[in-house]
């Protein structure tokens, strides 16, 4: 929010400075014609002033407008360079980069943390038989799902072709668990409507602690091992490391 406001009072500002710019610079060329033609009456400057504040004013809601639209470009690449273009959660880049925020905060203040890699089962299988659309319609179902269920202080992100990270926040991973394994139960009841199939689909998780000392990607290698263990073990369950 406060960035926001940044922003827009910075709007504000470059418009405001762009208006002043433009009235002094049309008012003052109109001038100097006017002097160099000796048309100088109170009539020419009467139409000069007009003609001034007519063109500047629409010039300036131009210039106005213009600037809100580049403020919603740069919106726009901001969320492109951050978010995956399919599931429309973070991608692998900016999951990192809020993934190391997350555990850098949870060690300043002594906070658990825990990480979590949530694999597709037999997601090879769905675009053989139903075509690689049904396989990006069940991705985006997924993305959409935990989206929703995680909390405000946790994220998720798309770390790989049908792998999913989420990290929780305050929880260690025995707490972490049990919320997962809600999570791996309601997207068992998930079910995906791609044209005339109706689509179901597991998948296997894995979790671990976040230990000071180590980093989100030691971590995260220690996920995929328990998601490993979950993949030995007959898929469509949590595993810790």
């Known amino acids: 929010m406060n960035n926001f406001l940044f922003g827009l009072g910075q709007i504000k500002s470059t418009a405001l400075?762009?208006?002043?710019?433009?009235?002094?610079?049309?008012t003052l060329v109109t001038f100097l014609e006017c002097f160099l033609n000796s048309q100088i009456s109170k009539n020419s400057i009467l139409i000069a002033g007009i003609t001034s504040t007519t063109v500047s004013s629409s010039l300036s809601w131009y210039v106005i407008g213009l600037l809100f639209k580049i403020n919603t470009l740069e919106k726009k690449q901001r969320a492109l360079a951050s978010y995956d273009s399919l599931t429309s959660i973070m991608n692998r880049r900016q999951f990192f980069f809020s993934a190391h925020e997350l555990f850098r905060r949870s060690h300043d203040l002594n906070e658990p943390v825990s990480?979590?890699?949530?694999?597709?089962?037999n997601f090879k299988l769905i675009n053989d038989e139903y075509g690689h659309a049904a396989g990006d319609a069940v991705l985006i179902s997924l993305g959409k799902l935990l989206k929703e269920i995680i909390r405000s202080t946790d994220i998720v992100g798309r770390i790989g072709g049908e792998e999913f990270s989420i990290v929780i926040y305050g929880s260690k991973s025995d707490q972490a668990f049990e919320v997962l394994d809600e999570i791996r139960s309601l997207i068992e009841k998930d079910c995906v409507a791609f044209m005339d199939y109706k689509i179901h689909y597991t998948v296997s998780?894995?979790?671990?602690?976040?230990?000071?000392?180590?980093?989100?990607?030691?971590?995260?290698?220690?996920?995929?091992?328990?998601?490993?263990?979950?993949?030995?073990?007959g898929k469509n369950r949590v595993s810790k490391y």
Do not use: H, P, R
């Open 17 to 26: 400075f762009t208006i002043l710019s433009v009235v002094f610079s049309v």
């Open 115 to 121: 990480i979590s890699i949530i694999d597709i089962d």
């Open 205 to 233: 998780i894995g979790v671990a602690d976040g230990e000071d000392g180590y980093d989100v990607e030691d971590i995260l290698i220690q996920a995929d091992k328990a998601l490993y263990k979950s993949k030995k073990n």
